[in-house]
């Protein structure tokens, strides 16, 4: 099993930058793809980026492509999502999670992600 928490959310006004982390702990974090998504109030929850277990493939939501940054660092069992130029819509509550299985390309989907984190809030003011 491995449990992932994330931080580093908070309140940033519209333009600015944030970066989020999420550690793992547990099972081998290097062999695994993984995964931010979001979920605004009254919302579906969405996909956001995802980074593939070797780091050579990263995914990018239409919305946020350009602005953010899928990365990782497997020696500290850490990914990162780097936000430059939010808006207002980047308001919501982001999710860390890790793919099922191992040795796998990232995914879009959530259903692909079988462990997730708590969330942390981020909220962009205008």
């Known amino acids: 099993q491995v449990q992932l928490v994330e931080s580093g959310g908070g309140l940033v006004q519209a333009g600015g930058s944030l970066r989020l982390s999420c550690a793992a702990s547990g099972r081998t974090f290097s062999s695994y793809a993984m995964g931010w998504f979001r979920q605004a109030p009254g919302k579906e929850r969405e996909f956001v980026a995802a980074?593939?277990?070797?780091?050579?493939?990263?995914y990018y939501a239409d919305s946020v492509k350009g602005r953010f940054t899928i990365s990782r660092e497997n020696a500290k069992k850490t990914v990162y999502l780097q936000m430059n130029s939010v808006k207002p819509e980047d308001t919501a509550v982001y999710y860390c999670?890790?793919?099922?299985?191992?040795?796998?390309?990232?995914?879009?989907?959530?259903?692909?992600?079988?462990?997730w984190g708590q969330g942390t809030q981020v909220t962009v003011s205008s």
């Open positions: 999670a890790q793919r099922t299985y191992p040795l796998r390309v990232g995914s879009t989907r959530a259903a692909d992600f079988g462990s």
């Open positions: 980074i593939s277990w070797s780091g050579g493939n990263t």
